[in-house]
Structures are given as structure tokens and as C-alpha cells.
């Protein structure tokens, strides 16, 4: 693994911890207090900021150190998480994922909005608390570590070049002049409760210059005294370094609280050092290749004695403190067994919770999808050729085929429920959506979602967020009344948007409803009446009316604002939710609000057709498209210009499009009377009736791209493999009523991706 | 022979970074996600020292040390934490909690593998 790919992952992660992020603010907006919802959060920031650190995101780091800061006032009780601080955390959630993007794919970051937000978190956090304590200190500040020796290597002990910034540039000179020091160093307990070490210590200081020791003894107890956790032991050092008194500190870094340490220069120890010191030449390079001091307590063997007696006396502090431990555990034995047990039925708890996930290519499922619906396909065609051969009917057989198509089945189920996804990453990317229109529109505006758990497939979640984003936009640009006139109409001040999702009968339906004033129908009637899509004495039923805002280059908005503009109507929403095979429809009250309800397919790898035959081929044609179908009668046929026909169906006139004609499967147009009209609805919410010449039946049909395996064919959407072997291609509805307006058939969206 | 270092830390990003410089630096490294893994790790892997993060869900790192300490068998094994919190407090605290030391995130590897081998014999 290189930096790269942990680079990859880090913002793999990254994405995770956002919308960890963002669900963690969402839950305290509506008043979850639980310290595990803001810790979650927190490390959220925490984990992105200690990453970035590590790649050198400067932007990313300062920007989320500043986050984090506030984060952690919030954590600790100092900074109450009201309405007003989340919507300014959400909105830096925003920008902290907006700054992880343009760190990964370069780009740039509104940086005005970052700078905004970064005072306005810091006002937080020194809101509460003294602006000493709370501001933030420069993320990239040097560690307080400092340079630790580097590690020699295994031939022994030498000292290691070293500059410290202090001395820069005069090194030479002090290590002419390294002055010698005096340290005495006597650890308590504590130091070896902590898992330091006394002869490590002394070993790394031995590194930063030449030393001589002397331990004193003189404390040791006699043994029925001895405290077996105590220490007893301290040591007088000398050594010359050029490191200076900070370098000999920082060998102490760790141990500093818990020992007595005390460094002077020698000239002064001496003065007031009235002891006669033996100086002890001091090599712990033994200490190299031994694993553990404690482990080998014949290492003073090889050591000269003098530095012996040193070691073996600060092994001895290990030694003893280990005999009572294992003293102790004897003792804490019979309480362990039941803490350990319970610890463990936690932890398995834990990780079931945590639940058992992997990661895998979507490559490899894609494969796996294909493949088994080329079995389901072979299974097809094996039931039928045995029921072809067989007239006897083999009660054996047909149930074995009858088993295997079921498993078949439940295997198609459980590998496209592999695809399956929650909606809840589109659901969260919806309410920074909110958030930002909000902001532009000046309308306050709550997003509640429910069913994010909701699973459908990964195609279908790619593609429903542009839509989506659409109609929210709409929804809180155009149904959101502003505040003032919500408080006029006795409404909360606040609009609400819901957005729902949840599984009906094998579709997934997306609902989005707003407590808006609903669709001024005099308004869209003007409207279209204005853009000439109906005429101005049209009896059109509400339901209608409301209906008309799908029509193509529709705009209710009498200037295009910033942000439902874009040259985009709903009806091109409406084609994108067509050409994911849903249907959409409305609902509005005046003064209440609208409601938008989707309904999608839960994949995209098979469909619900109609098997039809044209001019002796077999097609299918998606049943979402359908409305019904009907048998024309010879009374019903009109004919109007020189080729084109009409249906009169129930006392309205709707266009007869002959599929056969279109897709030039014949040359003359068939007789309606001998076929079956099937009413679709297509791409502008007008009626076509298609002219069929039968129905063969309904059936799940996986979907086989043509592009990917021939090439893109007009007025075809997708091809599949029927029961029989055949090839069938599924036809594009949209595409064969376009054709039938005198359009040639052009290029469309096609079923298959 | 090969010393073995048991790292916690729950950000992949950082488990990675970890896992290649220690194996670099030719230790033997176990991983664990948490705290309560990190427990669950320790009986079996028996390090021979531990770098553990401070913020991590289910037992942070504070409550792991803790729980290192309790344990007999480890109380005396040199624990590294590894923060980017680099104020006195969180320090202090993770001292008090049995921290044998600390090395402050961003990490840089030669600084990770020299306090390793500061607390290792």
C-alpha cells in the first residue's frame, strides 16, 4: 500500500464521517441531547482533521480545528446546541465538505463563505468562555514533542549529530564547547506504573552525549521492608551534550511527572555538590538487542560489572513490581473470570451492532447481476423446451423445473438486493439543498425526512438526486410562502418540506410534501393559456390544472430566479423520473401546500413490460408507460390529413401512432381494428394511442443493453432475452411518440445504462 | 526478533498510515478499530507495546489505558497515545490514566518509530 491509496481512503473516509456529520447536527436540531450524538460528531471533524494532517490539508485542518474547537465547547456543556449555533455548524458542514472535495479533486472553495463561517465559529466558542482559552491556536503548530534521539543501530551506542533550532547555524561551535551537565534522577513509582522505564530512560540519554552514572543505593530498604511496587533507587549523571539542559529534558519528556529530575550545569554542581562522585562509564547499547529487560535477567552478564550493578539495580524496580503482579492477579483471579466473560458478550454485542460489512467492487456485482440474468434467461428456456418435448408431462421433471425457477428467483432477489442502497445519502445531500435555498430565498424552512432507510437500487440512487434536488428547489422557492405572509396566514413562520420514502408494492415511492400555499391554479392557467397550451375557454379540472406545470418550458416564476431557473422546468424532471421507469404525479391544496409522490422502480436491471407483437416481431413495451389498453372499434378510427388518425376515447381525441410504421417494420399502415391500442403517456404529459397488433402477456424482462453489445438503435430503448431464446427488444416510447409528431427519430435516453 | 505493536485508532485513513510505517520500520503490527477491541485484541496479540488514538467510539482512549492497566498481565506495558490534542489537559489526562507517553497527529514516522523505541527496550 502506498500514500496513495491511503490517500484514497482517506477520503473514502472522509465522505463517511461528512454525512456521519451531518446526521449527527441534524439529530441535535431536533433536540437529541445524547452525549454519544455529540461525541459522534465531534470525532466526525476530529478523524477529517487528523487525516488531513497527515497529507498536509492545510485548508482542511485549519478549517476543521476551528470547527472542532467550537464542537468541543458544545461537548463539554460550555455552549448550549441551540437552533441558531446548528444552522451555523451545518452550514460549516457544508463547507467542510465542500473543502474535502477541492482538496481531493483540486478546485476551489468559496472562500469568502469559509472565512464568514470560521469568525462566526470562533464568536461561538469565545462566546461562552474567556477569548484566551478558546482561540484557536494554529493548527500546525509544532508538536510538543521534541526531536526524540534518532535510533542507532544494533552495533551499539553513538552519538547522533543533532541540531536544535536554538542552534542553528553555530553547531559547529557548540560542539566544540558541549558543557557537561549534572543530572540527578530519582523516578517515584508512578514512572513504572506508566510503563516507563528507568534504564530506558537512561539509555536514551546516553545517546545525546557522553555520560558517566552512579546510582545510589543507599535507599533500598532491606527486603521484609520493601515496598515490591516502590522505588528506591536515583542516579547522578554526568554527561557532556550539546543538546543543552532542553535536550536532556526531552529524553524525560515522558517520565517528567513522575520523577524528581533536576539538571544543572556542571560548573554549579560542582560547587554545591559536596559528595565525591565515581564516575561510572555508562553503555546500555546491550539493551539493543535484548526485547525485554524484565524477561532477561542475565543481561547484567555481559555488561562490564560496574554497569551492571546499574542495570541489574533498576531491573530489580521491574522485577519486583512484576512478582506482584503476578502476587495480584492470583488474588483479582477469581473476580476476573466473570468481568472478562461479561466484557466479552459485550463485545460481541458491540460488533454485531457495528455490523459486518465489506467492501466489493461494483465491478464484480454488476458481473454477478448479468449473470444471473442469463440464468434466469437459460432457466426460461430450458422450462419451455421441456415442455415443448415432453407431452407426457413427467410430473418429475416439472416440479424440478418448478423448484429451480423459484431458486432462480430467489436468487435474482437476493443479488439485486446486494445493488440495494439506502436513500439516505440523496436524503442528506437534499437538506444542504434546503439549507442553501433557504439562505438565498430568505425563507426559513425545516427539512424533515423519513424512510431514509429505505434500500433501492444503486442506479436508481445516482440518478434520482438531480430530480430531486429539482423539486426541492421548487418546493421551497415556489410553495414556501415568505415569513411574514406565513405569520398572516397563521402558519408557523417556519415552512416545513418533508421528504419520505418507503417501499409499495415492489416499487419505492418518494414522496415530497410542503406546507406552502399550494399551485395558484389561476396563475398556471393564465400561464398556459399565455404559452398556448390550452385555450383560454379550456375546462380543465383542478386536478389538470396542476397537471400543466409539468408541460415542457412551463415557469409559474415571473422572473427566472437563481435558482429554480436554470432553464430547467418540471418537466424535465418529470422525463427524468420517466426515464428511470417511475411516474409522478401532484397533489395541491390552496393554502396547505403540494405534494409530489414518485414512484420508482427498485432496480433498473429488469422491468415489468408488455409483450406485444408488431408486423410479426416481438417487443416490450414498458408497462409504467401504459395507461391502459384498449380494442379500437371501426366507429371510433378518425381520420385527419393525409396519413395521421385519431381515437376518439371516451369523447376525447388522441393521436394514432402504429408502431410497425414507425419503427418501418411494414410499409402500409395497419388496420386499427385488427390491432390493440395501447393509451401511453409520454414526454409532455400528452396521450398517444401505440397501435399493436397483439398482446402477449406481462412479464419481468432483465434488460440488456443494446449500446453496450451492438449499438444504439432509434426508438429502441433496451433489448431482452425472452423464455423462448428469442431477442426482444423493449421499445422507447418517448422516442416512437416523438417520431409520430414528424420528428425523426433522434437519440434519447435509453433504458439501459 | 520482531516487536510487536498493538495500534487503536478508529480512522482507516490513519490505521493505514500506521500499519505501513510500523511495517516499514519492521514491527509487527496488530490493529484494532477501538477501545473495546483494543481489549479484546490485547489477551491474544500480547505486545510488546501499545499506540492508541484518544477519540474513538464505544471506549475511547482514555478508557482503554485504564482497562490496559487493570489488567495484571499488562499493567506495565508502555502505552503511546497518539492525539492530535496537543493541550496540557488532554495529556494530563491521558497520563493519569496510565499513558506512558504521546505523539501528537499529524504524525511524522521517524518521530513514531523513535518514541516506540524510547519506551521499548
Known amino acids: 500500500m502506498d500514500m496513495n491509496e491511503i490517500r484514497e481512503i482517506f477520503f473514502q473516509e472522509c465522505e463517511e464521517q461528512l454525512a456521519e456529520l451531518e446526521t449527527g447536527l441534524l439529530k441535535l436540531n431536533d433536540g437529541d441531547r445524547d452525549p454519544e450524538t455529540v461525541n459522534a460528531v465531534f470525532r466526525a471533524v476530529h478523524s477529517i482533521k487528523g487525516g488531513a494532517g497527515a497529507f498536509a490539508l492545510d485548508d482542511l485542518v485549519a478549517f476543521a480545528h476551528v470547527f472542532e474547537t467550537t464542537l468541543d465547547c458544545v461537548r463539554s456543556g460550555k455552549l448550549e446546541p441551540s437552533q441558531d449555533v446548528l444552522k451555523v455548524m451545518l452550514k460549516s458542514a457544508d463547507v467542510l465538505a465542500d473543502l474535502t472535495n477541492a482538496a481531493r479533486d483540486g478546485g476551489t472553495v468559496d472562500e469568502s463563505r469559509s472565512r464568514a463561517l470560521v469568525k462566526e465559529l470562533e464568536a461561538l466558542a469565545n462566546g461562552e468562555q474567556p477569548a484566551a482559552h478558546a482561540a484557536p491556536e494554529p493548527v500546525a503548530a509544532k508538536p510538543a514533542v521534541a526531536a526524540a534521539p534518532a535510533p542507532t543501530d544494533s552495533s551499539g551506542f553513538q552519538p547522533i549529530p543533532f541540531s536544535f533550532d536554538d542552534f542553528g547555524g553555530e553547531e559547529e561551535e557548540v560542539l566544540m564547547v558541549a558543557p557537561t551537565y549534572t543530572v540527578t534522577f530519582k523516578p517515584r513509582a508512578e514512572l513504572f506504573s506508566k510503563g516507563n522505564e528507568a534504564a530506558l530512560l537512561l539509555r536514551d540519554l546516553s545517546r545525546i552525549g557522553e555520560m558517566s552514572i552512579h546510582c545510589h543505593t543507599g535507599d533500598v530498604p532491606t527486603l521484609d521492608r520493601m515496598d515490591p511496587e516502590g522505588s528506591y533507587l536515583s542516579w547522578t549523571i554526568s554527561i557532556k551534550t550539546e543538546k543543552g539542559e532542553e535536550g536532556i529534558r526531552s529524553v524525560f519528556e515522558f517520565a517528567e511527572w513522575d520523577c524528581e529530575l533536576d539538571i544543572k550545569l556542571a560548573e554549579e554542581a560542582e560547587a554545591d555538590d559536596e559528595r565525591p562522585m565515581i564516575p561510572v562509564p555508562f553503555d546500555l547499547s546491550l539493551l539493543e538487542d535484548e526485547p525485554a529487560i524484565g524477561d532477561e535477567p542475565h543481561v547484567g552478564m555481559h555488561v562490564e560489572p560496574v554497569v551492571a550493578a546499574a542495570v541489574a539495580a533498576a531491573e530489580t524496580a521491574t522485577g519486583v513490581m512484576q512478582a506482584a503482579a503476578a502476587a495480584s492477579a492470583r488474588a483479582e483471579k477469581k473476580e476476573a473470570p466473570a468481568a472478562s466473560a461479561a466484557a466479552q458478550a459485550n463485545a460481541a454485542n458491540a460488533a454485531n451492532a457495528a455490523g459486518q460489512t465489506i467492501r466489493v467492487d461494483l465491478d464484480r456485482v454488476d458481473r454477478l447481476i448479468n449473470l444471473v440474468g442469463e440464468l434466469v434467461i437459460n432457466q426460461a428456456m430450458l422450462s419451455q423446451s421441456v415442455i415443448e418435448n415432453d407431452n407426457n408431462g413427467t410430473s418429475s421433471i416439472n416440479m424440478g423445473l418448478e423448484e429451480l425457477q423459484q431458486l432462480t428467483r430467489e436468487i435474482q432477489d437476493s443479488v439485486m438486493a446486494i445493488r440495494a442502497q439506502p436513500v439516505k445519502p440523496v436524503f442528506q445531500r437534499m437538506a444542504r439543498t434546503v439549507r442553501e435555498i433557504a439562505d438565498i430565498t430568505g425563507k426559513s424552512v425545516r427539512l424533515i425526512t423519513e424512510g431514509e432507510n429505505t434500500e433501492v437500487d444503486k442506479t436508481v440512487i445516482d440518478k434520482l438526486a438531480e430530480p430531486l434536488t429539482h423539486m426541492i428547489r421548487n418546493a421551497v422557492d415556489h410553495g414556501l410562502e415568505m415569513p411574514e405572509k406565513r405569520i398572516a396566514a397563521g402558519k408557523n413562520p417556519e415552512g416545513t418540506v418533508r421528504l419520505t420514502a418507503k417501499h409499495r408494492s415492489g416499487r419505492i415511492v418518494i414522496e415530497l410534501t410542503d406546507d406552502g400555499a399550494g399551485i395558484n391554479r389561476e396563475k398556471v392557467r393564465q400561464k398556459a393559456i399565455d404559452n398556448d397550451l390550452i385555450t383560454a375557454d379550456a375546462n380543465l379540472s383542478d386536478e389538470e390544472i396542476d397537471n400543466l406545470i409539468f408541460h415542457a418550458g412551463f415557469s409559474t416564476a415571473d422572473k427566472v430566479s437563481d435558482l429554480s431557473g436554470r432553464g430547467v422546468g418540471m418537466d424535465v424532471v418529470k422525463r427524468s423520473i420517466q426515464a428511470l421507469g417511475g411516474r409522478i404525479s401532484i397533489q395541491s391544496k390552496p393554502g396547505q401546500g403540494s405534494t409530489f409522490s414518485m414512484s420508482l422502480p427498485l432496480t433498473l436491471a429488469v422491468l415489468d413490460g408488455m409483450v406485444v407483437t408488431v408486423a410479426g416481431q416481438t417487443l416490450v413495451v414498458p408497462l409504467t408507460a401504459i395507461v391502459e389498453t384498449l380494442q379500437p372499434e371501426a366507429a371510433a378510427i378518425h381520420s385527419f390529413g393525409a396519413t395521421q388518425r385519431l381515437i376518439s376515447i371516451r369523447n376525447s381525441f388522441c393521436p394514432l401512432v402504429d408502431v410497425g410504421r414507425i419503427l418501418n417494420f411494414r410499409a402500409q399502415q395497419a388496420n386499427p381494428v385488427e390491432g390493440v391500442a395501447l393509451l401511453v403517456e409520454s414526454e409532455g404529459g400528452g396521450q398517444r394511442a401505440l397501435m399493436v397488433d397483439a398482446i402477449q402477456g406481462q412479464r419481468q424482462v432483465v434488460i440488456k443493453s443494446l449500446e453496450a453489445n451492438y449499438m444504439h438503435v432509434p426508438g429502441i430503448a433496451a433489448a431482452t432475452i425472452l423464455g423462448d431464446g428469442r431477442v426482444a427488444l423493449i421499445l422507447d416510447v418517448d422516442a416512437v411518440v416523438g417520431a409520430s409528431r414528424g420528428q425523426s427519430l433522434r437519440q434519447e435516453m435509453s433504458l439501459a445504462s | ?121
Open chain 2, 1 to 121: 526478533m520482531k516487536k510487536k505493536v498493538l495500534t487503536v485508532d478508529d480512522s482507516r485513513t490513519i490505521r493505514n498510515m500506521l500499519l505501513v510505517t510500523l511495517n516499514n520500520a519492521g514491527f509487527e503490527t496488530i490493529q484494532a478499530e477501538d477501545g473495546v477491541e483494543g481489549l479484546e485484541v490485547l489477551e491474544e496479540c500480547n505486545p510488546d507495546v501499545i499506540v492508541t488514538d484518544i477519540n474513538m467510539p464505544r471506549l475511547d482512549g482514555f478508557g482503554f489505558i485504564e482497562g490496559v492497566r487493570r489488567n495484571e498481565k499488562y499493567r506495565a506495558i508502555p502505552i503511546l497515545v497518539l492525539t492530535t490534542e496537543s493541550d496540557a489537559e488532554k495529556k494530563n489526562r491521558a497520563r493519569q490514566a496510565g499513558a506512558t507517553g504521546w505523539i501528537v497527529k499529524p504524525f511524522d514516522p521517524t518521530k513514531l518509530v523513535d518514541a516506540i523505541e524510547r519506551v521499548t527496550a
